[in-house]
Nanobody
Framework: QVQLVESGGGLVQAGGSLRLSCAAS????????MAWFRQAPGKERELVAD????????SYKGSVKGRFTISGDSIENTVYLQMNSLKPEDTAVYFC?????????????WGQGTQVTVSS
């Protein structure tokens, strides 16, 4: 069984920074892409950033471009999200996820989430 465990969330003032980490444990697996999602109260879960291991390419939700950076280690299936210049609208539960297939858009593995709260 694969487990993804996030850490690094917390309470921060607007303009501050946080670094989220996500580490995989359990059964060894090879991921094609890992990502960070978030879900704010009353809203749908949304993709924040993703990282494709084979190409090293990254993509970001428009509102976080230039403020957030995703990085990681493909061997360890570990992914990070550096969040700078945080805004109150970034407040959400952040989830990491892993996808093993290039051909399917489904993320098979999910963490339990870590709360990020940005105060104004």
């Amino acid at each position: 069984q694969v487990q993804l465990v996030e850490s690094g969330g917390g309470l921060v003032q607007a303009g501050g920074s946080l670094r989220l980490s996500c580490a995989a444990s359990g059964r060894t697996f090879s991921s094609y892409r890992m990502a960070w999602f978030r879900q704010a109260p009353g809203k749908e879960r949304e993709l924040v950033a993703d990282l494709t291991w084979s190409s090293g390419s990254t993509s970001y939700k428009g509102s976080v471009k230039g403020r957030f950076t995703i990085s990681g280690d493909s061997i360890e299936n570990t992914v990070y999200l550096q969040m700078n210049s945080l805004k109150p609208e970034d407040t959400a539960v952040y989830f990491c996820a892993a996808r093993t297939s290039r051909w399917s858009s489904i993320y098979e593995y999910w963490g339990q989430g870590t709360q990020v709260t940005v105060s104004s």
